[in-house]
């Protein structure tokens, strides 16, 4: 069983930065792929970010070159450095994570575990 707890949302100005920090508890947290999902009011919860194994990252093609994912096995944390934000990128931030490959890793039943998540929300 893994808990994942997110951190970092808030509100920031169009242009501006946020990283987002997810923590998960339990053991083998370099075993499970990780993934970031976001969900706009009145929208489907989509794709962000994935980094199923060590140095293999994945994006949507709408945040490719402005957010980063990351994670660092000893802390038991992985990250989403999101720069050059739009209002478009309002949204709450689900930190999620696959005991085994995430199939499919582009959508929200590839992944076994969710934390609350955070809101992040960018103005005009």
């Known amino acids: 069983q893994v808990q994942l707890v997110e951190s970092g949302g808030g509100l920031v100005q169009a242009g501006g930065s946020l990283r987002l920090s997810c923590t998960a508890s339990?053991?083998?947290?370099?075993?499970?792929?990780m993934g970031w999902f976001r969900q706009a009011p009145g929208k489907e919860r989509e794709f962000v970010a994935a980094t199923p194994w060590s140095l293999a990252t994945y994006y949507a093609n709408s945040v490719k070159g402005r957010f980063t994912i990351s994670r660092d096995n000893a802390k038991n944390t992985v990250y989403l450095q999101m720069n050059s934000l739009n209002p478009e990128a309002t949204a709450v931030y689900y930190c999620a994570a696959s005991r085994g490959p995430p199939q499919p890793m582009r959508a929200p039943s590839g992944y076994d575990y969710w934390g609350p998540g955070t809101q992040v929300t960018v103005s005009s």
């Open positions: 339990g053991r083998a947290f370099a075993t499970y792929a």
